[in-house]
T-cell receptor, first 113, second 107 residues
Framework: DTEVTQTPKHLVMGMTNKKSLKCEQH?????MYWYKQKAKKPPELMFV???????INESVPSRFSPECPNSSLLNLHLHALQPEDSALYLC????????????FGSGTRLTVV | KNEVEQSPQNLTAQEGEFITINCSYS?????LHWLQQHPGGGIVSLFM???GKKKHGRLIATINIQEKHSSLHITASHPRDSAVYIC?????????FGKGTRLHILP
């Protein structure tokens, strides 16, 4: 299995909803990442987990809450989002120190109404 | 000044043409990634370079660490190569995305 699987592919949520995005990989990668991408812009790093520990938080608002329950799974919990949070949320994984590139998921397209 | 500059920003070419996309960066890096993003969002990692040159099929990537410059070349371009190509230097365990080059190959 050489993929990063993200679910759901599309999500529409209200500003008072609580939802979660899920990311899964079975390549044994020990670094996992969340990115946010607005239309026609490059992805922006949100969080990095390294060996299941949060290593980088790019000053992301607390309405986004990441979780890494195990080495294969990465979640992004969403609560009280704003319409401007609508974007493509991308997950990626890599294996530190191998010289191999990142593997990206196909993303969750989130719309906040 | 942006940390990563790509050129051109947009490129339209005929099928079969040799394509070159350039990337300059201003910071010290541990590696540089070339990524491909198709409409709809999925990103594919094409290369990760820390020195020299790599080749995969019709794609070639080079990097000159001293000059802080990398290039991506596509030989015998094809309409299916149409996508956004992103240069992404890596530093401090983070990759810094360039704005991308939007490539359109005409049949």
């Amino acid at each position: 299995d050489t993929e990063v699987t993200q679910t759901p592919k599309h999500l529409v949520m209200g500003m008072t909803n609580k939802k979660s995005l899920k990311c899964e990989q079975h390549m044994g990668h020990r670094a996992m990442y969340w990115y946010k991408q607005k239309a026609k812009k490059p992805p922006e790093l949100m969080f990095v987990y390294s060996y299941e520990k949060l290593s980088i938080n790019e000053s992301v608002p607390s309405r986004f809450s990441p979780e890494c329950p195990n080495s294969s799974l990465l979640n992004l919990h969403l609560h009280a989002l704003q319409p401007e949070d609508s974007a493509l949320y991308l997950c990626a994984s890599s294996q530190p120190g191998t010289g191999e590139g990142y593997t990206f998921g196909s993303g969750t397209r989130l719309t906040v109404v | 000044k942006n940390e990563v500059e790509q050129s051109p920003q947009n490129l339209t070419a005929q099928e079969g043409e040799f394509i070159t996309i350039n990337c300059s960066y201003s910071v010290g890096i541990s590696a540089l990634h070339w990524l491909q993003q198709h409409p709809g969002g999925g990103i594919v990692s094409l290369f990760m370079l820390s020195s020299g040159k790599k080749k995969h099929g019709r794609l070639i990537a080079t990097i000159n660490i001293q000059e802080k410059h990398s290039s991506l070349h596509i030989t015998a371009s094809h309409p299916r190569d149409s996508a956004v190509y992103i240069c992404a230097p890596e530093r401090d365990d983070k990759i810094i995305f360039g704005k991308g080059t939007r490539l359109h190959i005409l049949p």
